[in-house]
């Protein structure tokens, strides 16, 4: 069935046969009346992508979708009346006892070989998907001075070397009038070291700090700990040195600097690197209920052919995994694995209580408006982005991945968190699914833009990379646009712009920071 035909006809989708409830496909929703190819009639105006009963429901009764039971019907529901937030009572969380670990043993789908992009290999084995000289800052009071910096170097020195992609700076709200000792530093603290050391950047780590701030060079890179290409310690502008006279003069030492850098960074070239060197990020914002339907399942798919490659995925958003922590305990490699699962979780849980708040809080005006009603539903839709392969490791907030396969990298679900923790992991790509939209973008890593629907892919055609929303019309199955997302990821990573990079478009990178502020 074509689009325009999807248009005409009533339609739902419905995820599972034992689902008692189904989203509504039609652009715009459907009014009062509307009946169905299989007879069933609306008794009440429903939304796009929002809810309708398939069947009656008692007060009480579960309310399954995904085959997951996301509420019980706060009062009785009639068949083919939508299914407003305020009709379901959510469920307690699962307890994080008596869990399923590492129970699931699929058969190992077959490798994926003879992929291949063109990338920047790094002395360390690692590769980046672009060549770009990253500025560390160590506190938040050189940002404007770092800045300034930026804009001269690209406008006066960034064209000399044709090789260098861009110049950013790794500018953060971190670094001073905070706890620094205290146990959760460590989560901010080792998140800007790995973020430096990010693939992209080519192992050239340059720091500007104030040197009165508590996290001072020393403490973010410990002298021969950290494996930098340039051979030795990053290298360092201090503001506050006595041979910086007037604000130019902390200018000319940051160009300076920076062009001895851009001088090695220039001289790297792309070459062939198969698949495997991928290092992928996968995340969704401004979701809305189709994104459980076509472009998390899709990017789903891509997750298992990038395993399959050898590549490295990651998954994350604590909150959005939670209520299905017992599907993933189960499709761990090892209880070892499942455990470190948990871990995260209850130390996530804990991290809500000490704010007053649970896993409810993560649901957003736009989530409910798109048809989501809770964040259970949400879960259920997020998970997908994983793909069907077993859970081979876990990070916790700001480590850095060291192995391949599919990861659950923790991370809060915040989208500018995440992809600043994902980007301190060591991703090369990111692939970030919508159904609001959001011109959501990463100034140290490409980020490909995957739209849930036809409309949100028509409208904003300039900012969205992939439109999934062809899933739910008709027009393409979810191998289809799997397939299609696995041939773009390739050809991003060999260089070829997304619409976010077109449009120069980022966020700013924002620190997960649980400790004290002082």
């Known amino acids: 069935m074509n689009k325009r035909d999807a248009a005409k006809i009533p339609l739902y989708i419905s995820m599972h046969e034992n689902d008692n409830v189904a989203i509504i496909v039609n652009d715009g929703g459907l009014p009062a009346g509307a009946v169905f190819p299989s007879g069933l009639t609306l008794i009440e105006a429903v939304p796009q992508g929002h809810k309708v009963t398939l069947c009656d429901l008692a007060q009480g009764a579960p309310i399954i979708r995904y085959n997951v039971t996301i509420g019980t019907a706060a009062s009785a529901i009639a068949k083919g009346s939508w299914v407003k937030e305020a009709l379901i009572t959510m469920p ?110 080519g192992g050239q780590a340059m720091v500007v700090s104030l040197g009165c701030e508590k996290l001072q060079p020393a403490r973010l890179f410990p002298k021969g700990s950290i494996p930098i290409q340039n051979g030795g310690d990053p290298v360092t502008v201090c503001l506050q040195d006595q041979q910086h006279i007037g604000f130019q003069s902390m200018v000319d030492s940051i160009m300076q600097t920076a062009k001895g850098q851009l001088e090695k960074l220039n001289l790297r070239r792309r070459e062939t690197c198969p698949a495997s060197d991928l290092v992928v990020g996968v995340q969704c914002g401004g979701s809305d209920a189709f994104s459980g339907v076509t472009a998390n399942p899709a990017v789903g798919f891509a997750t298992d052919l990038l395993v399959r490659a050898g590549a490295a995925v990651m998954f994350s958003e604590v909150t959005e995994v939670r209520d299905g922590i017992d599907q993933l305990t189960s499709r761990a490699v090892s209880a070892e694995v499942a455990e470190a699962m948990v871990r995260e979780m209850a130390w ?108 949100l892919a028509e409208r904003w055609h300039d900012l969205m990379d992939l439109n999934a929303g062809r899933i739910a019309s008709g027009e393409a199955s979810i191998a289809d646009i799997g397939w299609e997302l696995f041939h773009l990821m390739l050809s991003i990573a060999s260089g070829k712009k997304t619409w976010a990079e077109h449009w120069k478009l980022h966020n700013a990178l924002v620190l997960f920071n649980p400790a004290p502020v002082t």
């Not at 690209?154 to 620094?180: Q, T």
């Not at 915040?414 to 919508?434: K, R, Y």
């Not at 939209?437 to 036809?454: D, E, H, M, Q, S």
């Open 348 to 455: 996530y849980d804990n991290y809500l209580k000490r704010g007053g708040v649970d896993r409810s809080a993560n649901t957003t005006p736009g989530n409910k408006a798109g048809g989501l009603s809770n964040i259970v539903e949400k879960a259920m839709g997020s998970i997908v982005k994983s793909g069907s392969s077993p859970i081979s490791g876990v990070l916790a907030p700001g480590e850095k991945l060291q192995q391949k396969g599919l990861i659950y990298a923790a991370t809060p679900a915040s989208d500018f968190i995440c992809g600043t923790l994902q980007v301190a992991a060591g991703m090369n790509l990111h692939i970030f699914t919508t159904g609001r939209g959001t011109p959501y973008g990463l100034a140290a890593v490409p980020v490909i833009k995957v739209a849930t629907r036809n409309e």
């Open 92 to 201: 307690p969380a699962r307890v994080l006892t008596d869990l399923p670990m590492a129970t699931h043993k699929p058969a190992p789908l077959p490798a994926l070989a003879g992929h291949t992009f063109e990338g920047f290999r790094n002395a360390d084995g690692s590769v980046g998907t672009r060549n770009i000289l990253a500025i560390t800052t160590t506190v938040q009071c050189v940002a404007g001075v770092v800045e300034h910096a930026v804009k001269l170097i690209k406008s006066e020195l960034l064209p000399h070397y044709p090789n260098v992609d861009d110049v950013i700076g790794l500018e953060h709200s971190y670094g001073c009038g905070v706890a620094i000792d205290a146990p959760d530093a460590m989560i901010p603290i080792r998140t800007v070291r790995n973020i430096s050391l990010n693939p992209n950047f």
